[in-house]
């Protein structure tokens, strides 16, 4: 009887560590798709982005004194946005995303 305890704990150790190192390499491929959608943005004029993405839903200067866009969406329930940081040319120069898929 208790080596059948060990040999259970053991598995569901085993098993639960699995299953979240598949969940991990899930979700950085889905975020790394997110970056390489999102980064064909970089260097590229303002208009391109809002032609693709729209109006953002916020904008306003940051501390450096470059504009932020905000793109605010859900899927599934759960809230994404995506802030684009744009410089003095118009030029889209960076962006975070959270909570996208």
Do not use: W
Request: charged share 30%; with cysteine; proline share 3%.
């Amino acid at each position: 009887m208790r080596i059948f305890k060990i040999f259970l704990i053991t598995s569901i150790t085993f098993l639960m560590i699995a299953g979240c190192q598949t969940i991990k390499e899930k979700t950085d491929r889905i975020v790394e798709k997110e970056n390489e959608k999102l980064s064909k943005y970089i260097s590229k004029p303002v208009s391109t982005l809002q032609i693709d993405l729209g109006k953002p839903d916020e904008d306003f200067k940051n501390a450096k004194g470059n504009s932020e866009l905000i793109y605010n969406t859900k899927k599934y329930g759960i809230p994404c946005e995506r802030r684009f940081e744009i410089n003095h040319q118009n030029i889209v120069i960076g962006f975070v995303s959270n909570g996208c898929f």
